[in-house]
């Protein structure tokens, strides 16, 4: 059985005139990502490896649940082929995990993660929302044979404030 946790990035600000790659997150972002890792956590294991886009709103979004989780900031890994959006870049990746891993946090990017978690996932998710987190299992020993799993937990920021 192999688990990896999608988590979106939380919602960041396009008010500075930097590169997709450097902006930063709104507060907004900053409280979502903090109560979905609060709520992730409260019923759920920390994956083994936790891995993230190099974006700094991915980053900083990744951080936050590293505090949350009691984590230093050396239990992560920065990954170049998490930025990406169309999803490609992140099914290669999880095909090339190292198979002594059985769960995987990844922090990123939409449409990527919506892609993934419908074509991968057994629950249609219309979009995945900023700091939005899925949990994905899948009964393979290998990742390289990756394909349909099912969607064990979806965490929506939104729903977690009504």
């Given at each position: 059985?192999?688990?990896?946790v999608?988590?979106?990035?939380?919602?960041?600000?396009?008010?500075?005139?930097?590169?997709?790659?450097?902006?930063?997150?709104?507060?907004?972002?900053v409280?979502?990502?903090?109560?979905?890792?609060?709520?992730?956590?409260?019923?759920?294991?920390?994956?083994?490896?936790i891995?993230?886009?190099?974006?700094?709103?991915?980053?900083?979004?990744?951080?936050?649940?590293?505090?949350?989780?009691?984590?230093?900031?050396?239990?992560?890994?920065?990954?170049?082929?998490?930025y990406d959006?169309?999803?490609?870049?992140?099914?290669?990746?999880?095909?090339?995990l190292?198979?002594?891993?059985d769960?995987a946090?990844?922090?990123?990017?939409?449409?990527?993660?919506?892609?993934?978690?419908?074509?991968?996932?057994d629950?249609?998710?219309?979009?995945?929302?900023?700091?939005g987190?899925?949990?994905?299992?899948?009964?393979?020993?290998?990742?390289q044979?990756?394909?349909?799993?099912?969607?064990e937990?979806?965490?929506?920021?939104?729903?977690?404030?009504k």
């Amino acid at each position: 059985m192999k688990t990896i946790v999608l988590v979106r990035h939380g919602k960041s600000s396009w008010k500075y005139d930097v590169s997709d790659a450097e902006r930063p997150l709104k507060s907004r972002g900053v409280n979502d990502a903090k109560l979905v890792a609060n709520q992730y956590l409260g019923s759920n294991d920390v994956p083994e490896k936790i891995f993230t886009s190099p974006a700094k709103r991915a980053l900083s979004t990744c951080r936050i649940f590293m505090d949350v989780f009691g984590l230093s900031e050396n239990s992560f890994t920065i990954d170049e082929d998490l930025y990406d959006f169309s999803g490609e870049g992140v099914i290669n990746f999880i095909k090339k995990l190292p198979n002594t891993i059985d769960s995987a946090m990844i922090f990123g990017h939409n449409h990527a993660f919506t892609s993934i978690a419908n074509i991968f996932g057994d629950r249609f998710i219309d979009n995945l929302p900023t700091s939005g987190l899925v949990k994905l299992n899948f009964d393979i020993d290998n990742w390289q044979d990756f394909k349909q799993g099912a969607t064990e937990l979806v965490i929506i920021p939104k729903e977690l404030k009504k």
